[in-house]
């Protein structure tokens, strides 16, 4: 297992962003989130060669729009890479 550092918390962290726009992962269209599904697999996959587990976490960020449009909301998932025994404790 990774040792506990600050560098076991952080490395790898990123954020799956869909290109279509949308409000939240659960209102996406059925073929995005499967590609969704498809590369949370593969990030597991990847995390757990190194010893690691990962939580994915989505959040919604209020964005502006292009044009002048106003204010829009937009999905993100955290990707969160984390030793093997915090996961187990993860909800």
Same mark, same amino acid.
Request: charged share 20%.
């Given at each position: 297992e990774p040792s506990s550092s600050s560098s076991s918390w952080t490395g790898g962290q990123c954020f799956i962003v869909p290109l279509p726009h949308c409000e939240s @992962? =659960?209102?996406?269209?059925?073929e =995005?989130?499967?590609? =969704?599904?498809? @590369?949370q697999q593969s990030l597991r996959n990847m995390f757990r060669r190194e010893g690691r587990e990962v939580l994915f976490l989505e959040t919604v960020i209020r964005t502006s729009r292009g044009g002048g449009g106003g204010l829009g909301l937009q999905a993100k998932?955290? =990707?969160?890479?984390v030793p093997r025994r915090v996961e187990r404790d993860a909800p």
């Open positions: @992962f =659960v209102g996406l269209d059925e =995005v989130w499967q590609e =969704v599904h498809r @590369f998932m955290a =990707v969160i890479p």
